[in-house]
Nanobody, 119 residues
């Protein structure tokens, strides 16, 4: 079955950087667009970045544009999120998934990785 394992989160000061990783299994990874999502306490989960199956194109939520960079390594079935200039409002649990399945309501979620931005 599909499985995502997110890692790389932790505590960082405002203005700092962090790199998240998500290892996927159970899918033909290089056939799917991938996305990073986040959910802050009391808020709905939101898509913050997505990347095409081959990695040639990406898109970002306005709130992270210019600060976050999504990338992928299809040989390793892994998608990454480089986060720079972090702000307290970036504090959330971060997840990866396939936007197609999320929109269809059939996505299986991993445990996510907690990112806390605080001084």
């Amino acid at each position: 079955q599909v499985q995502f394992v997110e890692s790389g989160g932790g505590l960082v000061q405002p203005g700092g950087s962090m790199r998240l990783s998500c290892a996927a299994s159970g899918i033909a990874f290089n056939s799917y667009h991938m996305g990073w999502y986040r959910q802050a306490p009391g808020k709905q989960r939101e898509l913050v970045a997505k990347i095409t199956s081959g990695g040639s194109s990406s898109d970002y939520a306005d709130s992270v544009k210019g600060r976050f960079t999504i990338s992928r390594d299809n040989a390793k079935n892994t998608v990454y999120l480089q986060m720079n200039s972090l702000k307290p409002e970036d504090t959330a649990v971060y997840y990866c998934n396939m936007p197609r399945r999320v929109s269809q309501g059939s996505a299986a979620w991993g445990q996510g990785t907690q990112v806390t931005v605080s001084s």
